[in-house]
């Protein structure tokens, strides 16, 4: 009887201990796969936009390397002790609008309505 009473009280332990496998505050139970997966901006934004606005294979490469050169620059900006965070955020929205006008230039009138159409929105 005793032998049994064992057996029971630790096949039950075990089920409960069994359960609570994997349960860590603040995470669900499955993991998502996708967390591990870079995701290259760059390669994001060209495609958006080149989506949005009918980009031909020219404009695209031109705006690849307009999104590149900003992104770096962004970085350094972010990066650069010396500066302020308002002296920051003047310098990110000053680069922002050299982006915006460098787009326009290679970009066709129907792109460019688009383009502003997308800015707009952005700001709101």
């Known amino acids: 009887m005793k032998k049994i009473f ?3 009280l630790i096949g039950f332990s075990f089920f409960s ?5 994997d349960r860590r505050i603040g995470t669900g139970q499955y993991k998502n796969g996708n967390q591990n997966k870079n995701v290259d901006l ?4 060209v495609e958006s936009l080149k989506e949005k606005l009918n980009l ?3 404009q695209e490469a031109i705006v690849r390397n307009l999104v590149k050169d900003n992104q770096t620059k962004s970085k350094e ?10 002296e920051k955020r003047n310098l990110l ?3 922002g609008e ?3 006008i460098e787009i326009k230039k290679i970009l066709l009138p129907e ?3 688009k383009y502003e159409k997308l800015i707009s929105k952005k700001k709101k």
């Open 93 to 95: 929205a000053e680069l």
């Open 17 to 21: 201990s069994n359960a609570q496998v």
């Open 98 to 100: 050299k982006f915006n």
């Open 6 to 8: 064992f057996l029971i």
């Open 77 to 86: 900006i972010i990066e650069a002790v010396s500066y302020s965070d308002i």
């Open 111 to 113: 792109q460019i309505e």
């Open 56 to 58: 031909d294979g020219f």
């Open 42 to 45: 760059v390669e994001t934004s």
